[in-house]
């Protein structure tokens, strides 16, 4: 069935404010040929944010831009650098030249996300082969909605080392807040992404029904602790998405 009515179903009730928002502008003829475009990354508000629909279910995914972020010291060119990368989907992304204090923040409203849906939040970044001091001390991570369910963990980020055979490990103990009888740590991959690009999670979180209050979730990494030089980190973003 290709009807309006059927595909309208699938789209999201706030599907023309995306379309309003997008960067391009779209010629479709039909409510599936919109769901399909949309089921594709979208650039919006000027850029900094990249929406898409999940195919299978409608749920709605974002990833928000380095320059959507709070990026400690991002704005100074002794730590950090803008450049064009073009296997990104951004204008710029962020390139750590060095710091001893990594500390990267994002916040994305519930309201924009699908309701009762269980959501996951990640760091998208790439490794420079001359990366160091990213193993020098666990990162901490968290997600929080709200002023309550939170996710915490933490992590060791290794940089480029040929021992590995170019993959990246992640050891990371994590837990949800609210829960006490599971503490065991996790050894976990930096995995790869199918746009090339590699992600850590920095959590999950379940959202509720649209009609409640409309809240932050902040999502945030950061080794502030060690007070060692660290380079070569470069970050795209940090995607929400539905989890299965």
């Avoid at 404010?17 to 399909?36: A, E, G, P, Y």
């Avoid at 279910?57 to 064009?84: E, H, M, Q």
């Avoid at 923040?105 to 490794?127: C, D, F, P, Q, W």
């Avoid at 590699?198 to 060690?226: A, P, R, T, Y």
Wanted: aromatic fraction near 10%; glycine fraction near 8%.
């Amino acid at each position: 069935m290709e009807s309006d009515m059927v595909w309208d179903r699938f789209l999201p009730s706030d599907y023309s404010d995306m379309v309003s928002r997008s960067l391009t502008h779209l010629n479709f003829s039909s409510k599936k040929q919109l769901f399909q475009y949309l089921c594709n990354p979208l650039l919006i508000d000027g850029g900094k944010l990249s929406f898409n629909l999940k195919k299978s279910s409608g749920k709605k995914s974002y990833l928000l831009s380095a320059r959507a972020l709070s990026i400690t010291w991002s704005n100074d060119p002794i730590y950090w650098c803008w450049v064009n990368l073009t296997e990104s989907r951004f204008s710029e992304v962020a390139v750590l030249r060095t710091t001893n204090w990594l500390e990267i923040e994002g916040k994305i409203k519930t309201g924009m996300l699908s309701s009762n849906t269980k959501y996951g939040a990640y760091l998208v970044i790439k490794i420079r082969h001359n990366a160091y001091g990213l193993d020098s001390e666990k990162a901490e991570l968290l997600v929080q909605v709200g002023d309550g369910q939170a996710w915490t963990g933490s992590a060791y980020l290794y940089g480029d080392n040929p021992d590995r055979k170019n993959v990246e490990h992640l050891r990371s103990s994590s837990r949800l807040i609210e829960v006490d009888d599971d503490d065991d740590d996790e050894e976990q991959i930096l995995r790869e992404r199918d746009d090339g690009w590699m992600e850590i999670e920095l959590g999950e979180f379940f959202n509720g029904e649209l009609g409640d209050v409309d809240q932050d979730v902040k999502m945030s990494f950061k080794e502030v602790k060690s007070y060692h030089l660290k380079g070569g980190l470069i970050v795209e973003g940090i995607e929400v998405r539905p989890k299965h």
